[in-house]
């Protein structure tokens, strides 16, 4: 079974930043796109950015644009989440998943690991 583990969260002052990491096991990775989702309270998930198989190609939410940057290392089996300028708006548990497509609409597996808290004080 696929498992994804999240890391890297933490307590960030507006304007700061954040590396998370998600690393993959038991999964063919390097033939997977894969993309970054987050919840805050009261709030469905939503999608944050996502990025190919290669890492060539990446998508991003508007509300991040200019600000993170998504990347992975294949050799790892790791995606990453470089989070800067960050905001209030921001904080949520923050998880990956392998997408089918750029668009974030589609997760490959049903399911979730356990995500990383990210918290932005003002």
């Known amino acids: 079974q696929v498992q994804f583990v999240e890391s890297g969260g933490g307590l960030v002052q507006t304007g700061g930043s954040l590396g998370l990491s998600c690393a993959a096991s038991?999964?063919?990775?390097?033939?997977?796109?894969m993309g970054w989702y987050r919840q805050a309270p009261g709030k469905t998930r939503e999608f944050v950015a996502a990025i190919s198989q290669s890492g060539g190609n990446t998508n991003y939410a508007d509300s991040v644009k200019g600000r993170f940057t998504i990347s992975r290392d294949n050799a790892k089996r790791t995606v990453y989440l470089q989070m800067n300028s960050l905001k209030p708006e921001d904080t949520a548990v923050y998880y990956c998943n392998a997408v089918i497509g750029l668009s974030g609409r589609y997760q490959k597996y049903g399911y979730w690991g356990q995500g990383t808290q990210v918290t932005v004080s003002s």
């Open positions: 038991g999964s063919t990775f390097s033939s997977d796109a």
